[in-house]
């Protein structure tokens, strides 16, 4: 699908003055690198090109169960980030052992595909083991959290693009004035318990960019709203504190329909780049669940929003990363998380089921080689 077919079903970029314009030497060496000189580029490489990362979240049981899916991700992704390896209930089989393998081998894969690792997450009220909720307490969550980073960031320190070191810790429905989620860590520890992270994480890795991982701040509605004023009000305080926080994390799990490039949203995302943090898009996917049966409409429909969603984002120069989380419909997290009513299989990601790129592919493709970049 062409950039003008992509205009034509509605997603005009209003506003956004794209042009193109990309350093010479990088599109020379991508292309070289893909094979021969003026090859399609792969996406990692459109973007290199832009000074972008371009990457996606997958697991190491479907990178061994599926050779052609473990060469697409070598060949399109720049970086990779472990979809649960490098998450406590991986990691933590008992309360007095870590369980590296799985990480250690996801390592490997990055970097003997010269792609970047990045690490998710160290501190969530989910993926927790079993054995959690009966040893963790009020009295020893501090010791528990901060040995847990310290000893994991600790393993990977040097070798790590970045680290989540937070995720998903404002839920405004907890009705907290300060828009914090009730979790067993702010429950236990108390709100401190974020920079307490942040801090431990930065003492093990001084060379991560370490980042606040956050969903739902991308649509144009009221909760949309609520949550990106506290979630800008923690950075805010955090930067006060001189907390080494450095980048926000947005996830941008999408719906075909989602309007994200939306007033409020523009004003938030220059608001978190004056602060002076980077911005990632780490999850990124788009659901297709409320869009027609139809392959073809359903995969333009979610090409457009890949397209305009990409081109939105790319506009501020403080976002340097791109990361889907998945990139072949066939393992998407959406088909158990979140299935269409009618049962059809979900198209979410830039590869089908069989591998084949989709016409999300060339929108992500396009969004990247049109990036201006300052
Ligand atoms: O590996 C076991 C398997 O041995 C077992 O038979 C099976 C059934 O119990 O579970 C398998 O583990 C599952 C794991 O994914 C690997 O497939 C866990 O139950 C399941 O809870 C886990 O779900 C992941 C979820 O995070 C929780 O860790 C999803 O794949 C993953 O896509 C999702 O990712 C989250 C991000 O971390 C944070 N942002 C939202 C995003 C989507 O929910």
Known sequence: MTRREMLAIGVGLTGLAVSRSWRRSMVVAAATRTGAPGAGLSLRDAAFANGITFGSAVPKEQLLANPSFATIVGQQCGILTPEVELKWKALRPSPDRYDFAAGEWLLNFAHSHEMMFRGHTLVWEQALPNWFGS?????????????????????????????????????????????????PWLRMIGPGYIETAFHAAHEADPHATLVYNENWIEPDDAAADKKRKAVLALLTGLKRNNVPVHALGIQSHLFAETNACNASYQRFLQQVSDLGLSIMITELDIRDKNAPAGIATRDRLIAGQYYKYLSFMLLFPAVKTIITWGLSDRYTWITTHDPRPDGIAVRPLPYDAEMNQKPAWQAIQNALQEARRR
């Open 135 to 183: 040893v963790v307490t009020a009295q020893n969550a501090n010791k528990m959290m901060t040995d847990h980073i310290f000893t994991v960031a600790r393993r990977y320190a040097g070798k790590m693009h970045s680290w989540d070191v937070v995720n998903e810790a404002v839920q405004i429905e907890d009705g907290r004035p300060d828009g914090l989620k009730n979790t």
